[in-house]
């Protein structure tokens, strides 16, 4: 009796422990696809898992931070939704490839064409983003998900360093160290004189090889003058 007593209320408990934590499992959460340097770009995949058991996500809004405007912010398509990219001016305009930006895009708005994300699924939202704030370690995107039976589920709360995570924590993306070439001139610098070796290989390969055709007919011609001359004689002495 004693043991089964303590086999069922260590199954209640497993119960529950996997009950509590199951929420934690399946917030609406962001991810870069590699890493997400500062000052730099990236891909980030906003992950989107359906919670309900009898509704479908239909709508999904995500805000992008107003303290860290972007200024270049591009949706990847997504079969089976729309996308809505909303702008805002900016009180303080940005400086872009030496360009001043006064707006940037503070929301972006995915609805379902069809079914959208059924129950026990989950969906990847990409965004490509840039340049990335050089003066803070993360980004708060809040998030809004909506079901087919009109619930909000609004993952807005911000997690504070030392505490719980909230009930409906809003999803923030960890930023590196900025890297020496995170603006990718490194990497232009280093295709461009890439390109230049290259052009001037295959400029020299060709002028070889144009010297050497020459050559060839030079010789071919000399020779043929040789026989000619040769033959010319002959008959000459013949006649």
């Known amino acids: 009796m004693k043991a089964s007593r303590f086999a069922a209320a260590a199954a209640v408990a497993g119960t529950a422990v996997l009950t509590l934590s199951a929420p934690a499992f399946a917030h609406v959460s962001v991810q870069p696809e ?41 949706p990847q398509a997504v079969p089976g939704w729309k996308v809505e990219v909303t702008k805002a001016k900016l009180d303080k305009p940005l400086t872009m490839h030496g360009e001043k930006i006064d707006e940037a895009v503070t929301k972006v708005t995915w609805t379902a064409d069809g079914k959208g994300i059924e129950p026990g699924y989950f969906q990847k ?6 340049a990335l704030p050089e003066n803070t ?3 708060v995107f809040k998030a809004l998900q909506t079901y087919s039976n009109k619930e909000v589920v609004r993952w807005i709360e911000v997690p504070q360093e030392g505490q719980d995570e909230p009930e409906n924590p809003a999803p923030v993306l960890e930023l590196s160290a900025a890297t020496d070439d995170h603006h990718g001139s490194g990497a232009a610098e280093k295709t461009a004189e890439k390109t ?6 295959d400029s020299g390969s060709g002028s070889d090889t144009t010297a050497r055709v020459l050559g060839v007919v030079g010789i071919v011609i000399g020779v043929a003058g040789v026989a000619y001359g040769v033959l010319a004689g002959r008959r000459r002495t013949t006649a």
Do not use: C, Q, W
């Open 196 to 201: 230049e070796k290259t052009a001037a290989a």
């Open 34 to 74: 590699g890493t997400a340097a500062k000052g730099g770009y990236a891909v980030v995949d906003f992950k989107v898992p359906n919670e309900r058991d009898d509704a479908s996500t239909t709508k999904v809004e995500v805000s992008l931070p107003a303290d860290h405007p972007i200024a270049s912010v591009m």
């Open 125 to 130: 939202f990409p965004l490509s983003l840039g």
């Open 137 to 139: 370690d993360s980004l």
